[in-house]
Nanobody, 118 residues
Framework: QVQLLESGGGLVQAGGSLRLSCTAS????????MSWYRQPPGKEREFVAN???STHYADAVKGRFTISRDKLTLYLQMNGLKPEDTAVYYC????????????????WGQGTTVTVSS
């Protein structure tokens, strides 16, 4: 099992910045790709960015958001925030269990809320 804990959400004015963090606890797993997703109010969850050997971003956040990782801590630096960035942000980790049955699974955090006021 992998446990993920996000932090760093809050209320910010448009144009402002926030930095989200996600700390993974994975005592019996090798964590591979880590990602950020978000779910705006009344909408489906959507991909934001991920990081493995390289980084990938959704078009909506390219040039404004930066994903980074330090071992088992994932970050999302969000600059130039817009009201449409308002959402619950979720951390996701893909991990391989290091003991039988060696299952490769995805895990989700509980989410942290980002609200951008206009």
């Amino acid at each position: 099992q992998v446990q993920l804990l996000e932090s760093g959400g809050g209320l910010v004015q448009a144009g402002g910045s926030l930095r989200l963090s996600c700390t993974a606890s994975a005592p019996n797993a090798l964590v591979d790709t880590m990602s950020w997703y978000r779910q705006p109010p009344g909408k489906e969850r959507e991909f934001v960015a991920n990081i493995s050997r390289s980084t990938h971003y959704a078009d909506a956040v390219k040039g404004r958001f930066t994903i980074s990782r330090d071992k088992l801590t994932l970050y999302l630096q969000m600059n130039g925030l817009k009201p449409e960035d308002t959402a619950v942000y979720y951390c996701n980790a893909a991990a391989l269990q290091t003991r039988p049955p060696f299952i490769y699974s995805e895990f989700w955090g509980q989410g942290t809320t980002v609200t951008v006021s206009s």
